[in-house]
């Protein structure tokens, strides 16, 4: 265990749950608990906190955990999915037990079952019961029963948005009394020195073409597919180039089959995991962000480009346009020639991509870590002051 300065061993402990956590393959949840963790020990001096983790986050180090608050490392690996079981419901309580822990957040949808503390988990999404062609493999067959069973036996459940909230209520018929519905911040701080427009050019041969950027897993429930289609239907003298970053899966070589039958294989860029400085480069690039999932539970790339000045076009569904607002034009996502009018749109008209940049900017600064974590800290009052946990 690693003792970091804000350690306080006299007050309520509460032990955080990042087993889900591989750093550099996990997105979204990875860039929660990365900006999270130091507001919470902020907004909570009466709290201490620990981080539970595993082997490849401890090996991996540069986080808060370690540095800002104590980390104890619960020997498994969780890119193996039955470790990260064995480790989340079994070995994580125990350690939680023998480090005194009052309370175990949860902060990415499944959570220990069992223990004598109080227990809060934060569900991203239900997208395993809504979209549940967005999983692969034995993913898919664990989280329907993970998830219901994490949600059941916590004492809180915080939802990060109100459409989490309404599928908690409509899918695992969870009462409303018992969600916090607390939303995420603005996504990961700009990282310092972004790489250079000519390089970015250069590295990616764009040439001097407009830059349609749209950062996302490459999973069905993405809808990139229809984005290509979409891409396809805008005339190849005005097209821009698609540079699409984010973690590669098995439907990446159904989408790359698309561009090559649809020929506009030249006009795309299918990239993996993408450093920081690369993606802050590909913000500073892009003409437009376009967004068209078909589900979400928050919608973190569209605030991250929202905060970078990048006029958005996005889903007009769920989440996404929850969090959107009136600052994004939106689209019907099963649509493909809306898809192509509001790029176009974006792309042709100066004042509306300015008019937006406005908006976005005041939209996402209308979301904060801070906030986030006020939402957070209460959720852990309601349930370290409510009735005991579940029975295990």
């Not at 889900?20 to 990875?30: A, D, N, Q």
């Not at 069905?220 to 590669?248: F, Q, T």
């Amino acid at each position: 265990m690693v003792l970091g300065p804000d350690y306080a061993p006299c007050a309520v402990r509460v032990g955080l749950n990042l087993l889900f956590l591989v750093p550099g393959e996990t997105g979204g949840t990875e860039v929660v608990a990365r900006e999270l963790i130091p507001r919470l020990v902020a907004a909570a001096p009466d709290l201490s906190f620990t981080a539970f983790v595993n082997r490849e986050t401890a090996r991996a180090g540069e986080g808060p955990w370690g540095d800002v608050i104590p980390a104890v490392t619960v020997p498994v690996r969780s890119s193996d999915r039955l470790q990260w079981i064995f480790g989340e419901q079994l070995l994580l309580p125990r350690l939680a037990e023998r480090h005194g822990m009052a309370l175990v957040h949860s902060l990415a949808n499944t959570a220990p079952a069992r223990g004598r503390f109080r227990r809060v988990v934060t569900v991203h999404d239900l997208i395993h019961r809504v979209r549940p062609e967005a999983h692969f493999g034995a993913r898919a067959l664990g989280m329907r029963g993970l998830v219901s069973l994490a949600v059941r036996r916590s004492d809180r459940v915080i939802a990060v948005s109100e459409s989490t909230r309404a599928d908690l209520v409509r899918y695992l018929r969870l009462a409303p009394e018992r969600i916090d519905v607390v939303a995420e911040g603005p996504g990961a701080a700009p990282a310092a020195g972004p790489v250079g427009e000519g390089d970015l050019r250069s590295t990616l041969a764009l040439r001097d073409r407009r830059v349609l950027l749209s950062v996302s897993a490459k999973r069905p429930h993405k809808n990139l597919g229809r984005l290509l289609r979409a891409l396809a239907a805008l005339p190849s003298a005005e097209r821009p180039v698609l540079v699409l970053p984010g973690y590669p899966t098995e439907h990446q070589a159904e989408l790359e089959d698309l561009a090559r039958g649809l020929g506009i294989d030249g006009d795309v860029r299918f990239l993996g995991w993408v450093s920081p400085e690369t993606l802050e480069g590909l913000y500073a690039l892009a003409a437009a962000f376009v967004y068209p999932s078909l589900y979400e539970g928050f919608g973190l790339p569209v605030l991250e480009a929202m905060a970078r000045g990048v006029p958005i076009a996005c889903s007009s569904t769920g989440a996404v346009a929850e969090v959107a607002g009136d600052a994004a034009l939106r689209f019907d996502p099963q649509s493909e020639r809306e898809i192509a009018a509001a790029v176009s749109r974006i792309l042709s008209d100066a004042r509306l991509a300015e008019d937006l940049i406005g908006r976005g900017r005041a939209r996402a600064s209308q979301y904060t870590w801070e906030r986030t974590a006020q939402g957070t800290v209460a959720s852990y009052r309601r349930a370290l002051s409510g009735r005991p946990s579940p029975p295990a």
